[in-house]
């Protein structure tokens, strides 16, 4: 392990960096505008149609991003992915825009539903473009690891701070002012993004030399079934994301009938994973080179050990505790894996690869939501 201090000089070297930091910060308004949507949707679904519509809006969230997102994510390696992601900012704020708008007209649910979709597509081919698009800014390798654990970082922040604005404004205005706030934050991620220049990044070659997106897709498949190593980091990566799926049911659920504390406490608890998610992000900035697969392995199992511990002790302190190791233990499993898998995959791979695994991973999550809905349902 490195010393704290020498973290800290890695990633302030990683802020003199104009590319890099744009992107991060990028990324923490993206993430944000996610988290905030996500508290929005679930308050607004449980208050239509309780528990089993929170179950349904994580269903539609995910799962067109699961089928989708592997397709679209092969773009950032036919573009620049830098442009690339400035267009999925703008087509993400789009959408929370046209939720608000049919929030504040008419309340229906197909709208904002179906809108839900589309900010999950959105937000799921963000990450990979965004994650393809590190190891063309870092100079070192031991700086790809600081800018992962600096996406990891402000994903922490935008975990916190997006639910944290979310409970406080669905207590005292509604959720279509949610939707707003969160439209405007992929406004300014979209901003961010248009200034950023990949150096030596090669051009988009004319569309007749073009693979088809069918081919570039199966070239990504071939890359995770031919590596072992790949293809366990990415199985393992998606039972992690399904395990996240049940959680983003229990979270709204349990705010409601378990804790008995109320739309806000939705917010506040979902922010609880990302104040852990702070201190695992900074403890992942230690982490060396090398040595990555035990610190994934770790965080793996404390991934999932609190949240079994919550019922036992159904009071907000704990739970909000609990949750907070589990932000802690997310932090440092994005580190470890996407560190990894940056180096196994060749680039021109990249960006389709990382689309297939957060396309498995957002397939997980709505999986894991419906099983969620379905345990509600039999235990109450």
Same mark, same amino acid.
Not at 69 to 83: I, K, N, Q, S
Not at 157 to 180: C, H, K, N, Q, R
Not at 219 to 241: D, H, I, K, N, Y
Not at 305 to 329: H, N, Q, S, T
């Given at each position: 392990?490195?010393?704290?201090?020498?973290?800290?000089?890695?990633?302030?070297?990683?802020?003199?960096?104009?590319?890099?930091?744009?992107? +991060?910060?990028?990324?923490?308004?993206? %993430?944000?505008?996610?988290?905030?949507?996500?508290?929005?949707?679930?308050?607004?679904?449980?208050?239509?149609?309780?528990?089993?519509?929170?179950?349904?809006?994580?269903?539609?969230?995910?799962?067109?991003?699961?089928?989708?997102?592997?397709?679209?994510?092969?773009?950032?390696?036919?573009?620049?992915?830098?442009?690339?992601?400035?267009?999925?900012?703008?087509?993400?704020?789009? @959408?929370?825009?046209?939720?608000?708008?049919?929030?504040?007209?008419?309340?229906?649910?197909?709208?904002?539903?179906?809108? @839900?979709?589309?900010?999950?597509?959105?937000?799921?081919?963000?990450?990979?473009?965004?994650?393809?698009?590190?190891?063309?800014?870092?100079?070192?390798?031991?700086?790809?690891?600081?800018?992962?654990?600096?996406?990891?970082?402000?994903?922490?922040?935008?975990?916190?701070?997006?639910?944290?604005?979310?409970?406080?404004?669905?207590?005292?205005?509604?959720?279509?002012?949610?939707?707003?706030?969160?439209?405007?934050?992929?406004?300014?991620?979209?901003?961010?993004?248009?200034?950023?220049?990949? +150096?030596?990044?090669?051009?988009?070659?004319?569309?007749?030399?073009?693979?088809?997106?069918?081919?570039?897709?199966?070239?990504?498949?071939?890359?995770?079934?031919?590596?072992?190593?790949?293809?366990?980091?990415?199985?393992?990566?998606?039972?992690?994301?399904?395990?996240?799926?049940?959680?983003?049911?229990?979270?709204?659920?349990?705010?409601?009938?378990?804790?008995?504390?109320?739309?806000? @406490?939705?917010?506040?608890?979902?922010?609880?994973?990302?104040?852990?998610?702070?201190?695992?992000?900074?403890?992942?900035?230690?982490?060396?080179?090398?040595?990555?697969?035990?610190?994934?392995?770790?965080?793996?199992?404390? =991934?999932?050990?609190?949240?079994?511990?919550?019922?036992? =002790?159904?009071?907000?302190?704990?739970?909000?505790?609990?949750?907070?190791?589990?932000?802690?233990?997310?932090?440092?499993?994005?580190?470890?894996?996407?560190?990894?898998?940056?180096?196994?995959?060749?680039?021109?791979?990249?960006?389709?690869?990382?689309?297939?695994? =957060?396309?498995?991973?957002?397939?997980?999550?709505? %999986?894991?939501?419906?099983?969620?809905?379905?345990?509600?349902?039999?235990?109450?």
């Amino acid at each position: 392990m490195k010393r704290p201090s020498q973290a800290v000089s890695e990633l302030a070297a990683l802020a003199r960096n104009e590319n890099l930091r744009r992107v +991060e910060l990028a990324w923490g308004a993206s %993430i944000a505008a996610e988290w905030t949507h996500f508290v929005a949707l679930g308050v607004f679904a449980y208050n239509t149609g309780g528990a089993s519509a929170v179950g349904i809006a994580g269903l539609v969230r995910m799962l067109p991003a699961a089928l989708v997102a592997p397709f679209a994510a092969t773009l950032g390696d036919r573009f620049r992915r830098e442009r690339f992601l400035v267009v999925v900012s703008l087509a993400g704020s789009a @959408a929370l825009g046209g939720s608000a708008a049919a929030y504040f007209v008419s309340r229906s649910e197909l709208i904002v539903f179906a809108l @839900a979709a589309v900010v999950g597509v959105t937000s799921t081919i963000f990450r990979p473009a965004l994650q393809a698009t590190l190891p063309s800014l870092a100079r070192t390798p031991q700086e790809l690891i600081a800018s992962n654990g600096a996406t990891s970082t402000f994903e922490s922040l935008g975990t916190l701070l997006g639910p944290l604005v979310a409970g406080i404004l669905v207590t005292v205005a509604d959720v279509g002012v949610v939707f707003l706030v969160a439209a405007a934050a992929l406004l300014v991620a979209a901003g961010l993004l248009q200034r950023v220049q990949v +150096e030596g990044r090669i051009q988009a070659t004319a569309p007749e030399e073009m693979p088809r997106p069918r081919e570039l897709l199966a070239g990504g498949f071939r890359a995770v079934v031919s590596e072992p190593r790949t293809r366990l980091l990415v199985f393992l990566t998606t039972a992690q994301s399904f395990v996240r799926g049940a959680l983003n049911v229990l979270i709204v659920v349990g705010a409601f009938r378990v804790l008995g504390a109320g739309a806000g @406490a939705v917010g506040y608890l979902t922010a609880a994973v990302g104040v852990g998610g702070l201190v695992g992000a900074f403890g992942a900035l230690s982490l060396k080179g090398r040595q990555l697969a035990v610190p994934f392995g770790v965080s793996l199992i404390f =991934w999932g050990l609190p949240i079994a511990l919550i019922p036992a =002790w159904p009071r907000v302190a704990v739970a909000f505790l609990l949750l907070a190791v589990v932000g802690a233990a997310n932090s440092v499993e994005d580190v470890a894996v996407f560190t990894l898998l940056q180096r196994v995959i060749p680039d021109d791979v990249l960006t389709r690869v990382l689309g297939i695994v =957060w396309g498995l991973a957002m397939g997980a999550i709505a %999986i894991g939501s419906v099983a969620a809905t379905g345990i509600v349902a039999l235990v109450g």
